[in-house]
């Protein structure tokens, strides 16, 4: 089929998903690509019992032709359903993907990796044009794009929110995807009985955006300033920064160096 929207991909139900064979994740947005790879991954197992996961690096398929197709026909040690995820971040690697593509396989659920892909990619192309997989490209988020992801995570709650509030929760961490999880898991904490949030749960609960000190603080601790990047992340935290959204911002940073490499 054709592409479909990252934000789309999220909120469909194991039941969804399992009417397709697999699902390719690409795009210079890793960060987002990591996230939807962990929601696919753990809806699946934890929605079907006994599913078995293996995970993939692209020097697994490549030391070994035929290797992905023999994981995704194999029997499952543990259930009878398994579910394979791999990073094809290599050409060689994306070969073999298209190799058992068009064998194919039944029982199993493919969860493909990627940095970013052009139209013309045969990976790319072959996802896209197949009824029985999916493709999510995955790039920048705009704050309206962001704000809706916000506003369906309080809608499984059975809670809503205006767009307004919505926006005002992405600006508060400005704009970033990391550490919007984290506020939104603090304003469910908080609404208790709440059906409808507002600008002043918002403004009582969600941290104010510190992105230039949080920046601040990344490049001192990559530059071997730990003192200083200790100092930093104290200062941030006296003024009521959470400890986790320094910590997912080093580990973003590092994913993002780790991506150039």
């Known amino acids: 089929m054709a592409g479909v929207k990252p934000e ?6 194991a039941a969804a998903l399992t009417k397709y064979k697999g699902v390719l994740l690409f795009g210079p947005n890793w960060d987002l690509v990591q996230r939807l790879k962990a929601t696919v991954v753990l809806g699946l197992s934890d929605a079907i019992d006994g599913a078995e996961i293996v995970r993939l690096a692209a020097a697994d398929v490549e030391a070994e032709a035929g290797r992905l197709l023999e994981e995704l026909q194999g ?12 990073d094809a971040s290599s050409q060689a690697a994306q070969r073999e993907c298209i190799s058992a593509t068009s064998v194919g396989w039944k029982d199993a659920f493919l969860v493909l990796t990627s940095g970013d892909l052009k139209k013309s990619a045969p990976l790319r192309k072959e996802f896209e044009a197949s009824p029985e997989l999916l493709a999510a490209a995955c790039y920048e988020q705009s704050p309206q794009e962001l704000a809706a992801v916000v506003r369906d995570r309080l809608a499984g709650f059975g809670i809503t929110a205006p767009p307004e509030v919505c926006l005002a929760v992405v600006e508060g961490v400005a704009g970033n995807a990391a550490l919007l999880e984290s506020e939104v898991d603090k304003l469910l904490s908080y609404a208790g009985d709440v059906v409808q949030l507002t600008l002043e749960h918002v403004e009582a609960v969600c941290t104010v955006s510190r992105s230039s000190s949080l920046d601040r603080v990344v490049d001192l601790a990559f530059s071997g300033q730990v003192e200083k990047a200790l100092t930093g992340v104290r200062e941030l935290h006296s003024e009521g920064a959470s400890g986790t959204g320094s910590l997912i911002a080093l580990c973003n940073h590092l ?5 150039m490499a």
Do not use: Q, Y
């Open 8 to 13: 789309a991909l999220s909120r469909l139900s």
């Open 75 to 86: 029997i499952s040690l543990f259930g009878a359903f398994k579910i394979v995820a791999l």
């Open 255 to 259: 994913l993002m160096i780790c991506e």
